[in-house]
T-cell receptor, first 109, second 112 residues
Framework: GESVGLHLPTLSVQEGDNSIINCAYSNSASDYFIWYKQESGKGPQFIIDIRSNMDKRQGQRVTVLLNKTVKHLSLQIAATQPGDSAVYFC????????FGSGTQLTVLP | KAGVTQTPRYLIKTRGQQVTLSCSPISGHRSVSWYQQTPGQGLQFLFEYFSETQRNKGNFPGRFSGRQFSNSRSEMNVSTLELGDSALYLCASNYGPSYEQYFGPGTRLTVT
């Protein structure tokens, strides 16, 4: 069945370093992918999205890469800051949004 | 522009009771979706409403129901509560054609 999974449940990075969060998906019919950030006590916050006709999309300090051949999605955060500490979810949309299990990103001082 | 609001923020209910949660979307948004978030199952889609019509429904029992009003506000109801219904219930809205969903802070439901 369809599923969206994340490679690592936790990730720790030093402040100022770049972070890479990975996600695997299995539904080849997915045509839209989204990354969300969820801080403690808050709802998920939209970070960046990408459609299946693209390989890469950049935002402010964030880049999403899509590799349809291996059904892999990644989120890169440049110059990670303490405020980036949160749980990051990838989600795919095929009719409805299906979320991955999340990666807890911790930024170390 | 005000964000998505959900009421109440916290709720404690007893097994067997029913509960109604409310969601007010961002002004102008006509689509509302509901999700259940638990540590074990993560974020799971419940249902989506657009212009008072249910467009999609997730894989939840019939005890979970929802509706949307003409002003786009939405409610979800859970009847005959079970301990496993304890979760954070999130509401998200979007304009409709746009895929970007904006989430509210959620309602934390505890069933004892």
């Amino acid at each position: 069945g369809e599923s969206v999974g994340l490679h690592l449940p936790t990730l720790s990075v030093q402040e100022g370093d770049n972070s890479i969060i990975n996600c695997a998906y299995s539904n080849s019919a997915s045509d839209y992918f989204i990354w969300y950030k969820q801080e403690s006590g808050k709802g998920p916050q939209f970070i960046i999205d990408i459609r299946s006709n693209m390989d890469k999309r950049q935002g402010q300090r964030v880049t999403v890469l899509l590799n349809k051949t291996v059904k892999h999605l990644s989120l890169q955060i440049a110059a990670t800051q303490p405020g980036d500490s949160a749980v990051y979810f990838c989600a795919e949309k095929v009719g409805q949004l299906t979320f991955g299990s999340g990666t807890q990103l911790t930024v170390l001082p | 522009k005000a964000g998505v609001t959900q009421t109440p923020r916290y709720l404690i209910k007893t097994r067997g009771q029913q509960v109604t949660l409310s969601c007010s979307p961002i002004s102008g948004h006509r689509s509302v979706s509901w999700y259940q978030q638990t540590p074990g199952q993560g974020l799971q889609f419940l249902f989506e409403y657009f212009s008072e019509t249910q467009r999609n429904k997730g894989n939840f029992p019939g005890r979970f129901s929802g509706r949307q009003f003409s002003n786009s506000r939405s409610e979800m109801n859970v009847s005959t509560l079970e301990l496993g219904d304890s979760a954070l219930y999130l509401c998200a809205s979007n304009y409709g054609p746009s895929y970007e969903q904006y989430f509210g802070p959620g309602t934390r439901l505890t069933v004892t």
